[in-house]
């Protein structure tokens, strides 16, 4: 945390990942203060020797808060909905946690660890348009008939929740990738109704304070 | 469930993601059934008709319970806790139960995922365990660094959580890759203590109905 007692977050404007926590910071109204960490410049700052002290996996988000630094965004996502409730982003009942979890897993480790850049480097440049495409396909043609039994609104029912948190980036990656989007109407309406959120909105990489201008909303 | 109203894993004896769940449900000493899928077989058995309607994800585990399918180990997991929670798998303090999630997650989704049986196909065969060494071995030098913050006997402390649940079946992952382990006393020395524990044993892919009789314990 800062002097202030601002939380710190640790993130770069087009990492998916960070901007889950992203959106669950403003969704809770939590004022924080924004550390970034440039993953291609200088080779990746996350590789430098003071970020690894803080994220010896080497990647954004990292969240300082409460005195302690909190790594992989889903784990993030939880503190905070265990220490600032409100509004909430898991539903009372269990089993419709259990379908929130269920889908922020199917992204956050089903889908987003196999196009991040490091292992789209690993794939080398000829190939990884084409992996990341396979990748991020088959993980929304499974997502698209999981939301057909829960989504109302949004991904669980009508009220947003971490499983939202995790969608809105990754249909976002899937863009960059030309990821063919009509095929799953289902992820699109959902996509479109969160945009409209402010959280959603302030959270976006087009308005960071890392955002290049030429990106900038 | 079944008609007696048994859990039903789906479970395929080697799978890291089914051990975590198999162990979680020794743990809490929920009785069940399993029914195995067999991921080389028949051209893999998770891409059946059937079992794509039960996981459209293609993957184990899956369990039903309490009238739902569950998929995604740390989404069962947690909904284990969270209605059978003795003994429990999340420390009551908050910021301990970030240290689970995060080493958790850590496991769930940035190293297992790399070295998954769909991934080492579409590598090659010729590169594949050099790029399943490579991942494990730069997801344990970053958890062997957290855990010297966070462990005592088990990964968070003196209790067993999920995070063990995650770490003994990474660690028998990094075994048959043949990821040199000595580089990870921490990481050895939990998996050891652990691995003497009951509900890992009988959970054990030596231990289970499709363990092919050549790998039985």
Redesign the interface.
Known sequence: MTESGKPILYSYFRSSCSWRVRIALALKSIDYETIPVNLIKDGGQQFSEEFQAL?????VPALKI?G?T???????I??LE??RPTPRLLPRD??K??SV??I???I???I???QNLS?LK?VGQEKQLA?AQKTISS?F???E??LQSTAGKYCVGDEVSMADLCLVPQVANAERFKVDLTLYPTISHINKSLLALEAFQVSHPSRQPDTPPELRA
């Open positions: 994220n010896p996996m080497k990647q409460d302690i909190i790594c992989q965004s889903l784990a993030i939880e503190y265990e220490t269990p089993k946690r259990a979890r269920m922020s897993n199917l956050a480790g089903g987003q660890p196999l292992v690993e992996w993980g043609n499974a997502l008939q999981i």
